[in-house]
């Protein structure tokens, strides 16, 4: 990404902890800034993740420091290769990089075992063999400690077992490895929390060489102390667990001690940030895939036409702080709005045509004219658009019986500007046999040339849009609505599904739009004037075959 697209990351509780930690005499001081994002490789980013993503990177990228990649594949359930390349994609296109700096949580397996077995001989693990159902039952609540009838199993009995369960001598669930800690604690994530479980499955890089994987809150204090993080930068559902990272990466021979700092996730409304959810709605063919321009995963995002700088802008301006809020998805939209209308070029396109037949104009004429792409940006130029006796305009910009306040065409209307071409009068429409309106028909003004009178007098119509009917090029046009319709689709006792909007998408197969943009190709993005903002589609859209995306609409809805 540009330098001049990035927005300057904004001092926040974060920072203020790590300014106190490389100052004189902090616990990181003359140390380089470290932080790393470690995405679970079992489906794509979204743009909750994307809060994380930024302030990784971002913090990183703020303190001249670095920042690892590193997927935590230590669950290998949906753990996938196609996710990972996926996932790398993304950040990338966000206009982050890791450089050399890419890592699996797979790559540490061998040194966190031997990291257990050390806690084995130290008395601070043991190997337990209470089922799922018994665990549960001896978890003990706020005022009874839970119990465990392994906890003082021998030191020597369990190597043994734990040595046991590496080598595949049990079946899943027979046995977990639990740390040793306080079965009195109130944080009950600190009652001998399981660290390592049996799971006899097909790793997606480890392969069969092993069947028991360590549980998060054990691998990634590791994985951090390992990799020589600075700041392990989270979210604040980790803070209960913070005691137990802390606990490990004292109790382990670790080379660096990491910092661990939450910050509230990102909520907005009219959408599930569940990946869980959202493998759902693709598996049940409610939405097209992982990237159909309604989910709110970057690479659907990235689809529907939003821009690295809109989300960054997004994300920034959201701020950074301990108490989880929920944004409007208006507000969204708003920063992609903003985006656009810097930067995209204007065209004209017609969604719902109906014929435009200017009856005093010269039949077999043609003429062009010249009109700018985008008035914020004399630099990218201007471009000829033609015009014709027979044009396409949007089939409600016509009215045969007008309603109030109506200035637009219809029979006995006011003059209207056709935009960047000639005023032209309404006189008249044809029908079909059913009723039905095919074709307008109106009169043109030559001395109007570029849309203003000779005489100068007033125009008391609208600007309308249009296509020449001789050069207009047909296209597909796709206009998107949320995806749920109710703000809350994930509160109380719902079930989500039921909450989907029936009208989250309007498939406009006969659209028409300027020559020009016959050989357009994802991912540009254009101002259909008067329509809103439309990106060319990147998996439907090919030569001959054009489809837009309606990324959002001209009208701002959202209010500061």
Known sequence: MPEELKPAMAQNFIHDFIDEDIAQGGRFQGMQVHTRFPPEPNGYLHIGHCKALIIDFGTAEKYGGLCNLRMDDTNPTKEDVEYVEAIKEDIHWLGFDWGDRFYFASDYFDKMYEYAVELIKKGLAYVCELTPEEF??????????????????????????????????FENGRMTLRAKIDLASGNFNMRDPVIYRINHMHHHRQGDKWCIYPMYDFAHPLEDALEGITHSLCSLEFEDHRPLYDWVIQ?????????QIEFARLGINYTVMSKRKLRQLVEEGRVSGWDDPRMPTLCGLRRRGYTPASIRNFSERNGVAKAASTVEFGFLEHCLREDLNETARRVMAVLRPIKLTVTNYPEGQSETFTVENNPNRPEDGTREITFSR???????????????????????????????????????????????????????????????????????????????????????????DNLFADPEPDGGDKNFLDCLNPASLEVLTGAKVEAGLAGAQAPASFQFMRLGYFCVDSRDSRPGQLVFNRSVSLKDSFKF
């Open 390 to 480: 027979t044009l396409y305009i949007e089939a409600d910009d016509f009215l045969e019986t007008p309603v109030p306040k109506f200035k637009r065409l219809y029979p006995g209307g006011p003059e209207c500007r056709l935009k960047g071409a000639y005023l032209v009068t309404c006189t008249g429409c044809v029908k079909d046999a059913d009723g039905n309106v095919t074709e307008v028909l109106c009169t043109y003004d030559p001395d109007s040339r570029g849309g203003d009178p000779s005489d100068g007098r007033k125009v008391k119509g609208a600007t309308i849009h249009w296509v020449d009917a001789a050069t207009a090029v047909d296209a597909e046009v796709r206009l998107y």
């Open 136 to 169: 549960r039952a001896h978890r003990g609540d706020v005022g009874t400690p839970a119990t465990s009838p392994y906890r003082d199993r021998p030191v020597e009995e369990s190597l043994d077992l734990f040595e046991r369960m590496k080598n595949g001598e």
């Open 251 to 259: 109790n382990c021979p670790v080379p660096a001690k990491p910092r």
